[in-house]
């Protein structure tokens, strides 16, 4: 069966530090793979998906960027993180072809200060 | 813009009772739509979904309805249980990806 980890759990950090996320996922090839934010109160917002290594799309201009340098590896990052970016980060998976069902990860709670 | 919308925020239902959530949308093209369900702190679980040639599909105490011609598919929980306490997120599928909605918050009280 496949499924889906993220770390850290929790996370806190100074503004103007860097940020580096990860998921990963088990039992399954070739995913599409998404990274999504829920700020407090608020809905799902998708920041980026991947259908394979290297191609990331961003759906929203910001202060991070994705990378996907293996195919069951995603990586959500920043240089210099903001306020702003406090949030819960969210990563999720599908089989190819976009209109399956996504499986989501546990989350990180980023809390930036 | 906001495709896929749900105007409640929240709802409060007795345990045992009927639980209805709403989710309007935009797009004609969105031919797939799914609820998740979502505990604090936790990622988003999968429901149930259903497909526009469907108007229904039932997966025990979950039944979701789609009316194409209003854009409108609502979830009904019966009977509603305290465990159902979380917040429910509709989504419709696009062109390779989901677009969700804002969230409606769930209390079944006891």
């Known amino acids: 069966s496949q499924t889906i980890h993220q770390w850290p759990a929790t996370l806190v950090q100074p503004v103007g530090s860097p940020l580096s996320l990860e998921c990963t996922v088990e039992g399954t090839s070739n995913p599409n793979l998404y990274w999504y934010r829920q700020a407090a109160g608020r809905g799902l917002q998708l920041l980026f998906y991947?259908?394979?290594?290297?191609?990331i799309s961003s759906e929203v201009p910001q202060n991070l960027s994705a990378s996907r340098p293996q195919d069951r590896q995603f990586i959500l990052s920043s240089k210099k993180l903001l306020l702003s970016d406090s949030g819960f980060y969210l990563c999720?998976?599908?089989?190819?072809?976009?209109?399956?069902?996504?499986?989501f990860g546990p989350g990180t709670r980023l809390l930036v200060l | 813009d906001q495709q896929v919308k749900q105007n409640s925020p929240s709802l409060s239902v007795q345990e045992g009772r009927i639980s209805i959530l709403n989710c309007d949308y935009t797009?004609?093209?969105?031919?797939?739509f799914l609820w998740y369900k979502k505990y604090p702190a936790e990622g988003p679980t999968f429901l149930i979904s259903i497909s526009s040639i469907k108007d229904k599909n039932e997966d025990g105490r979950f039944t979701v309805f789609l009316n194409k011609s209003a854009k409108h598919l609502s979830l009904h929980i019966v009977p509603s249980q305290p465990g159902d306490s979380a917040v429910y997120f509709c989504a419709a599928s696009g062109p390779g990806k989901l677009i969700f909605g804002q969230g409606t918050e769930l209390s079944v009280k006891p």
């Open positions: 991947s259908v394979g290594i290297g191609q």
């Open positions: 999720a998976w599908n089989l190819p072809g976009g209109r399956e069902t996504q499986y």
């Open positions: 797009n004609s093209m969105f031919d797939y």
